[in-house]
């Protein structure tokens, strides 16, 4: 007497149908570059591209939001605003249409930061364009680090160096907020200027900092250097993830 087969070949079909819906609701479709590929949906954007099997040679550093070097511009679907992230940190959502900008196209000033003084002519002489500000927020609507640029611009106009580097001290100097500014300031590097006039000639004297600087020169810590720089990765990656580290 020959068994019915059937019923579990359809179940094995279902299972297998099962499988592969299962699949395709963990996939999402991105257009990286104007063209359409199919990514896992809890990729970064950066993850994302090197899924679809691009090889990323420029516009990455550091991958954990750092560096500021992953600038991108993405459009989702039924949403006329053109947003702005990092590709490290920002995920992949369905419809969703990036670019990458790898550099920004701007003028740095070239300054002696000892010749120079923390008041209120400083931001001016040194980045002009700063005056253009139309206090319009563009520039912090668009940074992916929540800051409140327009408000530090604003503190160089008036000359508050301090408050300046206070407000830009988690810049990652993306360059996204330069990108979007309709006045076409760089505000990330009018921050980069007042942390430098901070740290050389507003800071408060620190005994602890000027020993620490002593024993650098003095070579106290050349040999632990000379240990790192012939670690392999996997030494490095285990002691830069096992650090201690503020919360």
């Known amino acids: 007497m020959e068994s019915d087969n059937r019923p579990r070949q359809e179940e094995g079909k279902r299972q297998e149908e099962g499988k592969r819906q299962r699949v395709r609701a963990n996939m999402v479709n991105v257009f990286i570059m104007g063209k359409r590929h199919v990514?896992?949906?809890?990729?970064?954007?950066?993850?994302?591209?090197?899924?679809?099997?691009?090889?990323?040679?420029?516009?990455?550093g550091c991958r954990e939001g750092f560096c500021g070097a992953c600038g991108t511009l993405y459009r989702l679907p039924g949403d006329y605003k053109l947003h702005t992230g990092l590709a490290c940190t920002t995920l992949v959502k369905e419809g969703m249409s990036l670019t990458q900008i790898p550099a920004v196209p701007m003028e740095k000033a070239i300054y002696d930061v000892e010749k120079l003084r923390p008041d209120v002519n400083t931001i001016l002489e040194v980045y002009p364009v700063a005056a253009r500000c139309v206090a319009c927020n563009t520039c912090s609507k668009a940074c992916p680090q929540q800051l409140q640029v327009m408000d530090y611009v604003q503190a160089g106009l008036r000359g508050d160096i301090a408050l300046v580097a206070d407000l830009s001290f988690d810049c990652v100097a993306c360059g996204l907020c330069a990108l979007r500014c309709p006045a076409e300031i760089i505000p990330h590097e009018i921050g980069i200027l007042s942390k430098r006039l901070f740290g050389r000639h507003l800071r408060k004297e620190s005994r602890e900092l000027d020993e620490r600087i002593r024993e650098v020169r003095a070579g106290k810590f050349d040999a632990e250097y000379d240990e790192l720089m012939v670690m392999g990765k996997d030494s490095l990656n285990k002691l830069y993830y096992g650090r201690d580290m503020e919360p």
Do not use: D, N
């Open 39 to 60: 990514v896992p949906e809890h990729a970064t954007i950066m993850r994302a591209i090197e899924y679809a099997g691009h090889q990323i040679i420029r516009g990455a």
